[in-house]
C-alpha cells in the first residue's frame, strides 16, 4: 500500500502557541491533500485540503504547506486552542482512492 | 442537515455471523466510501462507489461487500464476521472523486466480533 506517514505521533503545546504537524508521503503521482481532525468518539472532519500544483494554502487559522521536492506535508494551526485537542491526519488521493496516515495526537495545554 | 448517518453506533457479533452496516447521504453526493479504523493504522479504504450502479475495491476489500442502488445509501456487508474485522467503521461522502470538494464522514460504527 501507499505509505502516508506522520513525524511524530504526539504533540503537545501551550494555549495560544503556534502548532506544526507534519506529514511525510511517498508517491509523488499525489495530486490531492487534506488534512483532517478527529476528536475522541467522532469522525473525522476536514480541515484543509490543497493540490499538487500548490506550495500553500490557508484557511482560518490553519495553513497547509506542501514540498513536493521532499514529499512533505505540514499543517500550521495558529494560536492553538484547547479545541483543538484531537488527532490529526493527512490524507494523499491516489488514483480515485485517499491513503490516510496514521494520525497526531495534539493536546493543548491551558 | 443530517450529512452521513451511520447504524448501528454499536454492534456485537459472534464471529461468522452476517450483518450490515448502514450509510445514507442527503447531500446528493456522487462519491461514497467505507473505511476502517484501526489502531495506529489510520483509515484504510474498504471499497468506494463513484455513483449509483458502481463500486470497487480498495485497499482491504477482502470479507466485505458494498452496494450502490441509490445514490443516498451505500450499505456495507460482512458476509462471516472474523475477529480481524472488528474495528471502528466509517463511512463518508463527496461530490467528486478525484478531489477539491470537502469529504463528509458519519459519526462511526464501532463492531466488535468475538
Known amino acids: 500500500g501507499e505509505s502516508v506517514g506522520l513525524h511524530l505521533p504526539t504533540l503537545s503545546v501551550q494555549e495560544g502557541d503556534n502548532s506544526i504537524i507534519n506529514c511525510a508521503y511517498s508517491?509523488?503521482?499525489?495530486?490531492?491533500f487534506i488534512w483532517y481532525k478527529q476528536e475522541s468518539g467522532k469522525g473525522p472532519q476536514f480541515i484543509i485540503d490543497?493540490?499538487?500544483?500548490?506550495d500553500k494554502r490557508q484557511g482560518q487559522r490553519v495553513t497547509v504547506l506542501l514540498n513536493k521536492t521532499v514529499k512533505h506535508l505540514s499543517l500550521q494551526i495558529a494560536a492553538t486552542q484547547p479545541g483543538d485537542s484531537a488527532v490529526y491526519f493527512c490524507?494523499?488521493?491516489?488514483?480515485?482512492?485517499?491513503?490516510f496516515g496514521t494520525g497526531t495526537s495534539l493536546t493543548v495545554i491551558p | 442537515n443530517a450529512g452521513v448517518t451511520q447504524t448501528p453506533k454499536f454492534q456485537v457479533l459472534k464471529t461468522g455471523q452476517s450483518m450490515t452496516l448502514q450509510c445514507a447521504q442527503d447531500?446528493?453526493?456522487?462519491?461514497m466510501s467505507w473505511y476502517r479504523q484501526d489502531p495506529g493504522m489510520g483509515l484504510r479504504l474498504i471499497h468506494y462507489?463513484?455513483?449509483?450502479?458502481?463500486?470497487d475495491q480498495g485497499e482491504v476489500p477482502n470479507g466485505y461487500n458494498v452496494s450502490r442502488s441509490t445514490t443516498e445509501d451505500f450499505p456495507l456487508r460482512l458476509l462471516s464476521a472474523a475477529p480481524s474485522q472488528t474495528s471502528v467503521y466509517f463511512c463518508a461522502s463527496s461530490f467528486s472523486d478525484s478531489g477539491g470538494t470537502e469529504a463528509f464522514f458519519g459519526q462511526g460504527t464501532r463492531l466488535t466480533v468475538v
Open positions: 490543497i493540490r499538487s500544483n500548490m
Open positions: 447531500m446528493n453526493h456522487e462519491y
Open positions: 508517491n509523488s503521482a499525489s495530486d490531492y
Open positions: 462507489s463513484v455513483g449509483a450502479g458502481i463500486t
Open positions: 490524507a494523499e488521493n491516489i488514483r480515485d482512492q485517499f491513503y
